[in-house]
């Protein structure tokens, strides 16, 4: 049980049990950890951790399972395995909810029905954070439905802030969408980085020096938007002067609607993916 004594995290009904701590199971039950959740009211269950999260959670004092536990029921089940496993994988945890009970999927395009269908009728919260929860630097989206109680979403609320930002949105549809932008987005500038790095070795630059300074821009040019109250229209122009070389730049990359058409289908094409994911 998470004691109320825990710094930010208010008291949990039961333990919290995480199936799933891969790239973001990990990353959130890292985060937890850092903010004051004890090791002892974390239950994971992954039957094939990696060797570090295998030590992060031994470390921690948290319990680690290969299956389904006995003997206990969740006061939160975190459910972070891949979506296309979920139907396998979750029906045997229905034994271990009760009316307490709040159930978290993190998993793309996986519906609230979708989960009902094998833990039956649950207080439920669909949430997608990003891979920068890694670095305690991400943003979720959230939904709660209607069974889910003021406790439990600030509960809920607590245990995704310690990534970065919360969202909540007011329909479950709207998470397909975060999930094209935000979900999915570190993605897009990750491809952006790559993109640049080759035009400056094709510009005649070592390649790894191309990388070095692509990678070190947009990391910089990420830390300057989350500091600065300025919107990224006017950080944009603040870089452009008139006639300079990013107008030349911004000319060819803004050429007619420029790279918006390309977002607009590749977003798009992220939440079909999310909705045929869904069932
Ligand atoms: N990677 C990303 O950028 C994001 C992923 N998500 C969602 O998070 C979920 C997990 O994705 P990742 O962490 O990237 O995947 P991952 O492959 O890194 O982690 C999945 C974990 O599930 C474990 N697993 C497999 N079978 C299991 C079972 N039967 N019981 C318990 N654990 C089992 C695996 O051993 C692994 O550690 C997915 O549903 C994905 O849609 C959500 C937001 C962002
Ligand atoms: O690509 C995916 O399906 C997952 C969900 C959002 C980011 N990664």
Redesign the pocket.
Request: cysteine-free.
């Given at each position: 049980m998470i004691s109320e004594h825990s710094s930010s995290i208010p008291a949990s009904s039961g333990p919290i049990i995480l199936?799933?701590?891969?790239?973001?199971?990990?990353a959130l039950l890292t985060g937890w950890l850092k903010n004051g959740v004890p090791g002892s009211s974390v239950v994971v269950?992954?039957?094939?951790?990696?060797e570090a999260?295998r030590q992060t959670i031994a470390d921690a004092g948290a319990s680690h399972l290969?299956?389904v536990p006995v003997g206990i029921t969740a006061g939160v089940l975190f459910v972070?395995?891949?979506?296309q496993?979920?139907d396998?994988?979750l029906p045997p945890f229905k034994a271990i909810l009760d009316a307490e009970t709040v159930v978290v999927s993190?998993?793309?395009?996986?519906t609230i029905a979708s989960l009902e269908k094998n833990l039956g009728p649950a207080a439920t919260v669909r949430a997608?954070?990003?891979?920068p929860a890694m670095v305690g630097r991400g943003v979720t989206g959230a939904f709660a439905n209607a069974r889910v109680s003021e406790r439990q979403r600030q509960l809920v609320q607590n245990l995704l802030k310690v990534s970065g930002p919360v969202e909540w949105v007011p329909e479950e549809a709207d998470i397909d969408s975060v999930?094209a932008v935000s979900?999915?987005g570190?993605?897009y500038v990750f491809y952006l980085v790559e993109c640049m790095a080759e035009a400056g070795r094709k510009l005649g630059l070592q390649a790894d020096l191309a990388m070095r300074l692509a990678r070190e821009t947009v990391a910089g040019a990420g830390e300057l938007l989350h500091q600065s109250p300025d919107d990224a229209s006017r950080l944009r122009q603040n870089v452009t002067s008139p006639g300079g070389t990013t107008a030349a730049a911004l000319g060819v990359l803004m050429a007619e609607d420029g790279m918006q058409p390309l977002f607009d289908a590749a977003l798009e094409a992220a939440r079909k993916r999310a909705q045929e994911l869904a069932g």
């Open positions: 199936i799933g701590a891969g790239n973001m199971g990990g269950v992954d039957p094939n951790p990696s999260m290969t299956g972070a395995v891949k979506p496993v979920m396998a994988v993190i998993a793309a395009g996986k997608m954070p990003n891979t999930t979900g999915s570190p993605a």
